[in-house]
């Protein structure tokens, strides 16, 4: 440690000349400034000054007061003679000149290469770390250059699960068949080069228009390709849903009617809710809603033109394969469905009356009727359904309508909002600087040390009294003393010890010095006392912490603004720290005549905490109210609007709580996930609350069966594409979508069929285009109107047709 400035006495060279630390350094009084705890401890170690009494926090040094706890950390210290024993940690600082350009460049040489010294540096007794102002612009480039290459692996990975994920598997006369004549890997492959397209749309569109690129915005990517693939997988479920035979025009025409709202609702909902995002006060957040905001927007143009282009074509071109005869069609893959019964119960075959005409059957101890989706839509002379299709209608919803399954779920529902709860009652706010490195950076040890040793006591504040009034005052004068006692004695302040203050000092020196108190001093010669205190050696560097003027009028001196040092104690975490902040601002905020202000280089990341949670409570409010907004327009049933909503908000403390839980803490970065959560994980619950509401169905069961059969698949599609960029998120949305939703949909209906004591259960089907596979029976008989009620009796094979 002695030899400590032998790191930084090396050159660099900039345009054939060479520069020395001496030479950039930022210089006070025509030198350099230098670390005078260096130049105490060579005395101490070289003239063998036992003698000399390093106390703590404070060192006199023959006439000069040092203050030493803001440099020297995990110190022990003798209670007795409370003389300084061992320091852990010793914080050393060195200044650059940066007046200009070329002071910039020289300084950056010049750090960069002691930063190469000082990461060279082996010992087994010293351990260094290092820091400077730039840190974090240099570590934030070298994060975003480590996710740009990662873009392209996650595209393919998501080109290779869309591709796999959407083969075309049927179950016909009892077997599971794979289609390589299917569209839909084409078409799943085609919607993440539309997303892909999106993105880069938006982002050069942004950028010529002159709208900055944030580093946060860099992740964007990521998220908008992996999300907006969901429109595909509806587009694609809505299409394989009718029947192929139909004329290919008619056939898209009416998938396209049906999953439109679907569509509609999923970008309307994550574009509405990065919109609101833009009302923050956090410039960076507001970047990243811009810009994922444009990119879905932008995306959503291009699946109406492109990639709907493309599914027409790929419809009329599964329409005219070679095999496209159903009857005949061959599959790359066929199996038994007994060879799956591991996790499936056998098919089931629908009873037929003599009409063609599904009815009811038992499965899983619950009597359905199987026509709501069990034999698909696409409805030939042999029985084909789709094998998700089949397993969310026929196995998982009535699984999950059973009674005990039910009580199991709401169970669980209050201990997830029980949990969440919790975590929300621990919030911690900010963004810590050591969270904004990658790991592996060299400044995150530097972080870790000032937490460690450093930030528990001993750390300065500095405290500008900007309107001090007349000091002369003896009033004036003993009310300040208050003051900055007050600062000092706070609950973080470490007391008398901890002040650094000229007027104190200069109370001390009139008493030891000149033998008098400050209060005898006529106030005509107070301010020559000041000049003389401040000429005396060992004082010198308070004339920096004053700002003097000249009254005119009487051509005297004044002191119109002064600085003093406030030392702290507990500055280690957040928590702490916005405590601190707080207080300090409090104190001053008493005293409006002063002109108070307290800064610390940590302020800037404090203030920042202090906006967090308003600044979330206002997004998920407004997101909310807009959400509410747009399910009561798109979704016919206002109580699957209203359940919608409370999922947005059940999903909202789901994020924050557990990621309080995880010991994530409530940052800019925390706030961005808010919002993603508002749009991106309300769409799985809006698609099962609009799909139950449209279908007109008075069994609660029959209608969770229909939406679970339609949207099962997609929806499972979709979060396990979110899964690859939004993690959390996708695993809520999916448990709300799949699990929360359909129990409190049917519970919320069959409460309200127990009070109204319906005589009968009944399903009117008026001209709609809802995916029921009982329209396509009808076809058969009449085209002038669709219309069929069946009322269902005790005896299940009592069907009675009124009119198709």
């Given at each position: 440690m002695i030899n400590i400035e032998n790191y930084y006495y090396f050159q660099i060279t900039d345009n054939g000349t060479a520069y020395a630390y001496n030479d950039l350094c930022l210089q006070w009084r025509h030198s350099c400034f230098d670390n005078p705890l260096i130049e105490i401890f060579k005395q101490f170690y070289f003239k063998n000054m036992a003698h000399l009494n390093f106390s703590y926090p404070k060192v006199s040094i023959s006439d000069q007061v040092i203050y030493v706890a803001s440099t020297l950390g995990g110190v022990t210290v003798n209670n007795s003679s409370g003389r300084l024993e061992q320091a852990e940690a010793w914080l050393l600082i060195y200044q650059l000149r940066v007046w200009n350009q070329l002071d910039e460049r020289r300084k950056f040489l010049w750090q960069n290469k002691f930063r190469d010294h000082i990461l060279s540096y082996e010992s087994p007794l010293l351990e260094l770390s290092l820091y400077h102002d730039e840190v974090l612009d240099q570590e934030l480039n070298r994060n975003a250059k480590v996710l740009a290459p990662r873009i392209a692996p996650s595209f393919i990975l998501l080109l290779i699960f869309s591709a796999v994920f959407t083969f075309h598997i049927t179950i016909r006369n009892g077997r599971l068949h794979f289609h390589y004549a299917s569209l839909s890997p084409l078409v799943a492959i085609a919607g993440v080069f539309s997303a892909g397209l999106g993105v880069s749309t938006a982002i050069g569109l942004l950028s010529y228009i002159g709208i900055p690129f944030s580093r946060v915005v860099v992740v964007m990517p990521f998220l908008v390709v992996a999300v907006r693939i969901d429109n595909t997988f509806l587009m694609i479920s809505a299409l394989a849903s009718i029947d192929r035979k139909t004329?290919?025009?008619?056939?898209?025409?009416?998938?396209?009617?049906?999953?439109?709202?679907?569509?509609?609702?999923?970008?309307?909902?994550?574009?509405?809710?990065?919109?609101?995002?833009?009302?923050?006060?956090?410039?960076?957040?507001?970047?990243?809603c811009l810009y994922t905001c444009t990119a879905i927007l932008v995306t959503f143009v291009f699946q109406l033109t492109l990639l709907f282009a493309l599914l027409i074509y790929e419809a009329r071109r599964e329409s005219k394969f070679p095999e496209n005869n159903l009857e005949s069609k061959k599959s790359v893959i066929s199996f038994t469905a007994s060879s799956i019964s591991t996790f499936l119960k056998p098919i089931l075959k629908p009873k037929q009356t003599d009409n063609d005409q599904t009815v009811s059957t038992k499965v899983n101890g619950i009597t359905l009727p199987t026509s709501a989706v069990g034999n698909g839509r696409a409805v030939g002379k042999f029985d084909e359904t789709q094998l998700f299709t089949r397993f969310f209608a026929d196995y998982y919803a009535p699984f999950l309508m059973r009674p005990c399954v039910k009580a199991m779920v709401i169970v669980l529902f209050f201990a997830y909002i029980t949990v969440s709860t919790y975590g929300c009652m621990y919030i911690r706010e900010g963004l810590e600087p050591a969270r904004l490195l990658p790991v592996g950076s060299y400044a995150l040890k530097h972080y870790r040390n000032l937490e460690k040793y450093l930030w528990k006591y001993g750390m300065q504040i500095a405290i500008v009294v900007a309107n001090p009034g007349n000091l002369s005052d003896t009033a004036n004068r003993d009310r300040l003393i208050e003051v900055i006692r007050e600062f000092a004695f706070s609950k973080h302040g470490i007391g008398e010890e901890g002040i650094s203050c000229w007027l104190l000092d200069f109370q001390k020196f009139l008493e030891l010095n000149i033998k008098v108190q400050m209060d005898e001093i006529p106030q005509a010669s107070f301010y020559d006392y000041v000049k003389l205190f401040l000429s005396m050696p060992g004082n010198g560097a308070y004339k920096e912490d004053l700002v003097w003027t000249v009254d005119e009028i009487n051509s005297t001196f004044q002191i119109t603004a002064f600085r003093f040092m406030i030392g702290i104690k507990d500055f280690v975490d957040t928590i702490a720290q916005t405590e601190t902040v707080v207080e300090f601002r409090n104190i001053a905020s008493k005293y409006p005549e002063y002109n108070i202000t307290s800064f610390n280089k940590m302020w800037h990341y404090v203030d920042q905490y202090l906006e967090i949670v308003p600044n979330i409570v206002q997004e998920c409010a407004y997101g909310i109210m807009c959400m509410v907004i747009l399910a009561l327009l798109l979704i016919p049933k206002a109580v699957c609007s209203l359940w919608v909503t409370f999922s947005i908000f059940s999903i909202d403390m789901g994020v924050i709580g557990f990621m309080t839980l995880w010991g994530l803490n409530m940052d800019t970065i925390s706030m961005i996930t808010i919002i993603m959560s508002i749009g991106f994980s309300v769409d799985f619950s809006a698609h099962i609350a609009f799909s139950y509401s449209i279908y007109a169905h008075s069994d609660p069961i029959q209608r969770i069966r229909y939406s679970l059969g339609q949207l099962g698949w997609p929806i499972l599609q979709g979060a396990l594409s979110t899964l690859l960029g939004v993690s959390l998120l996708a695993d809520l949305g999916l448990l709300h979508a799949l699990i929360f939703l359909p129990v409190f949909l049917t519970l919320t209906d069959q409460w309200h069929s127990l009070l109204c004591k319906p005589k009968s259960a009944s399903i009117t089907r008026r001209n709609t285009r809802s995916l029921s596979t009982s329209r396509q029976n009808c076809r058969t008989s009449t085209e002038t109107e669709s219309r069929l009620t069946i009322t269902i009796q005790n005896d299940p094979k009592h069907v009675k047709p009124e009119a198709c």
């Open positions: 004329k290919t025009e008619d056939r898209v025409a009416e998938a396209m009617s049906e999953a439109s709202v679907s569509i509609f609702l999923t970008v309307a909902t994550d574009a509405l809710s990065f919109a609101v995002g833009y009302i923050t006060n956090f410039p960076a957040v507001q970047l990243f």
